[in-house]
T-cell receptor, first 112, second 115 residues
Framework: EDKVVQSPLSLVVHEGDTVTLNCSYE??????LLWYKQEKKAPTFLFML????IEKKSGRLSSILDKKELFSILNITATQTGDSAVYLC????????????FGKGTKLSVIP | NAGVMQNPRHLVRRRGQEARLRCSPM?????VYWYRQLPEEGLKFMVY????????ESGMPKERFSAEFPKEGPSILRIQQVVRGDSAAYFC?????????????FGEGSRLTVL
């Protein structure tokens, strides 16, 4: 069975701190890894990673994938209170490319 | 351009009743997916539908659960004779074509509470 493990499960930081969220996976027929941000509503897409070693960047957020070691990290620099959310990692694998396997998420709380 | 619309946002049912959850995909999207998020768990795939077709229901419980996406109208996830264990958030997602690399657009979810 495909498995996605995120760590830490929760994290509390002060505004301005830099955080690193981890995602490791064990899946068959890996296609892509995705990061979503979930506030108290719809998960919103952040990044999709398919190749090792290529950093994806959007503002203060960046992510990279290591397909050899089977993990990805999501970095957030200069955190703001608006970054408080649950960050979900999901892996797309197998014949059903729509079948995402999600981790339980990392709950990030940014305090002023 | 409205996103994926789900209703109701919150639904309370007693054990044994039926729950119907609706999902309208984003404009231009013809592929719909349902995911379930149990408390303290990650989202889990349930079913993938196109108009009038169930493409993959491998994640659906074998009994009491059904889904449809008619030619007209929203996709509906139906749970018959609900039990407490059905309490969860049910998320719908859509994509313009079969999501080749997994980029799905999610709705805000319908939270079902079974008393």
């Amino acid at each position: 069975e495909d498995k996605v493990v995120q760590s830490p499960l929760s994290l509390v930081v002060h505004e301005g701190d830099t955080v690193t969220l981890n995602c490791s996976y064990e899946v068959t027929n890996f296609r892509s890894l995705l990061w979503y941000k979930q506030e108290k509503k719809a998960p919103t897409f952040l990044f999709m990673l398919t190749s090792s070693g290529i950093e994806k960047k959007s503002g203060r957020l960046s992510s990279i994938l290591d397909k050899k070691e089977l993990f990805s990290i999501l970095n957030i620099t200069a955190t703001q209170t608006g970054d408080s959310a649950v960050y979900l990692c999901a892996v797309c694998s197998g014949a059903g490319s729509y079948q995402l396997t999600f981790g339980k998420g990392t709950k990030l709380s940014v305090i002023p | 351009n409205a996103g994926v619309m789900q209703n109701p946002r919150h639904l309370v049912r007693r054990r044994g009743q039926e729950a119907r959850l609706r999902c309208s995909p984003m404009k231009g999207h013809s592929h719909v997916y349902w995911y379930r998020q149990l408390p303290e768990e990650g989202l889990k795939f349930m079913v993938y539908l196109q108009k009038e077709n169930i493409i993959d229901e491998s994640g659906m419980p074998k009994e009491r659960f059904s889904a449809e996406f008619p030619k007209e109208g929203p996709s509906i996830l139906r749970i018959q004779q609900v039990v407490r264990g059905d309490s969860a958030a049910y998320f719908c997602a859509s994509s313009p074509q079969g999501a080749n690399t997994g980029e799905l657009f999610f709705g805000e979810g319908s939270r079902l509470t079974v008393l």
